[in-house]
């Protein structure tokens, strides 16, 4: 870890300036994948019963498939959703704005924050817009299914926002943490051999099911064209984040401290 920086002072909106990103092409939407829930209870109702299937048929030498469970907080439906990842566009910042906005854990205890996570800094809109002009921009995690009524359903449609993901140009933000993270990872893979990745956001009701996952790999796949690397800044206290990006194979790369508090530098490789 590299000697942590200090800077004096940020400002509440990050400056951006035009950087050009090169042509990243169309890219097609992730097609939909099964997406399932249960409860405890059913589960377990589920496991007897396959034991039994498997025992009276024994002599027989059949395989029975298994049908995956997940226990989760969804309301309980016996039939499956899907999920699908797309890029986002002028029609859902809103949307966007509101998941993230959402998840900045203001009313909860320090130990909360650490515990459930939480985004920094307040997503308006027109700055989501702003954002991401300067570079590939948002990705977006849908998912519906007997869970997720039509009118939950940012569009009317029956899809609802699971999560998303900000791609921005390497130093389109100069200022706070994001443009400390910048100036890192500069010297660390050169001025156009990254992205800042982030903010990132799943829905509480959908974490735990992959989500994060297959948004960050969509992401991933659509800037690997332009971009070697991702890199992303998470505050020190912001514990679940960290484990949770580490499992899914972020590194820590540097580090530094911005009006007291302190961050680390993560990167992953887009290939």
Known sequence: MSTIRSIRAIRSVPNLRSVATG???????VPPVPFFTTTPAAAAASSSRSLASVAHHQHQHQHQPQIPHFQSNLTPTPS??????????????????ALINANRGLDLTPKERSEKGFVQGSWEPNMLEQLSSTGPGFWIAEITGGEVPASQSATGSGWRLAGAALATAPGAVVNGPA???NYLAEKHFGPRGYYLYGPVVVDSQFRGHGVLRKLSDAVFAGTR?????????IEEINHVSRVVHERLGWKAVDGFQVNGSKYNVFSHPTA
Do not use: H, M, Q
């Open 23 to 29: 042509n990243l092409g169309a890219v097609p939407p």
């Open 80 to 97: 499956k959703s899907a999920l699908r990842i797309r890029r986002a566009d002028a029609n859902d910042y809103a949307s966007i704005s």
């Open 179 to 181: 443009g400390e993270t």
């Open 225 to 233: 064209d332009t971009y070697a690397t991702a890199v992303a800044f």
